[in-house]
T-cell receptor, first 116, second 114 residues
Framework: NAGVTQTPKFQVLKTGQSMTLQCAQD?????MSWYRQDPGMGLRLIHY???????DQGEVPNGYNVSRSTTEDFPLRLLSAAPSQTSVYFC???????????????FGNGTRLTVT | QQQVKQSPQSLIVQKGGISIINCAYE??????FPWYQQFPGKGPALLIA?????SEKKEGRFTISFNKSAKQFSLHIMDSQPGDSATYFC?????????????FGTGTRLQVTL
């Protein structure tokens, strides 16, 4: 059982370049989300999805796009990278609230992105 | 704005001591309060969680204390061990089960020395 898998683990981009951070989960979780982690700022929600075909913005969505075409995959796209997007990005998943209990978030091991 | 305030930013505790991390929140709609533990190079993982209908929850050496009237909750690690050295995040959730929209604190880096 792989859990939440993120690729790549490390990435260096130049300002203005685009890229996609991949996230896949094999737990049949309905909810998936993307967080960024910056020193002194904790984890901030970028985008989330409550199911295939449904996405919504979190706290810091600007500069990022997402899509959810399948239950398993939730890629994060940077359209034009900026130095302010240098961060560690975490993908997470959980069961939905329809399960009747608070389902814990399962995190991947992160992608460390540097934009020069 | 920071909806969940966490302190201290860093903490050094001797082996066998008690580690205490505090969090405060503003949003009275929050009704689920988990703590996550993160080791270097890894993603956070759920450690322990509490609902506001109880004032304390204990799991092994880890205890959450919750004060609803003060809108504060804290994590106590008893008999702290070097293996507990990690970053700890408190979090809060406004709706039962919607874990994907957790609001996190800024984190506390704990170092347990020998």
């Amino acid at each position: 059982n792989a859990g939440v898998t993120q690729t790549p683990k490390f990435q260096v981009l130049k300002t203005g370049q685009s890229m996609t951070l991949q996230c896949a989960q094999d737990m049949n979780h309905e909810y998936m989300s993307w967080y960024r982690q910056d020193p002194g700022m904790g984890l901030r929600l970028i985008h989330y999805s409550v199911g295939a075909g449904i996405t919504d913005q979190g706290e810091v969505p600007n500069g990022y796009n997402v899509s959810r075409s399948t239950t398993e995959d939730f890629p994060l796209r940077l359209l034009s990278a900026a130095p302010s997007q240098t961060s560690v990005y975490f993908c997470a998943s959980s069961y939905s609230s329809n399960r009747g209990h608070n389902s814990p978030l399962h995190f991947g091991n992160g992608t460390r992105l540097t934009v020069t | 704005q920071q909806q969940v305030k966490q302190s201290p930013q860093s903490l050094i505790v001797q082996k066998g001591g008690i580690s205490i991390i505090n969090c405060a929140y503003e949003n009275t709609a929050f009704d689920y309060f988990p703590w996550y533990q993160q080791f270097p190079g890894k993603g956070p993982a759920l450690l322990i969680a509490i609902r506001p209908d109880v004032s304390e929850k204990k799991e092994g050496r880890f205890t959450i204390s919750f004060n609803k009237s003060a809108k504060q909750f804290s994590l106590h690690i008893m008999d702290s061990q070097p293996g507990d050295s990690a970053t700890y995040f408190c979090a809060a959730n406004p709706h039962t089960g919607t874990a994907s929209k957790l609001t996190f604190g800024t984190g506390t880096r704990l170092q347990v020395t020998l």
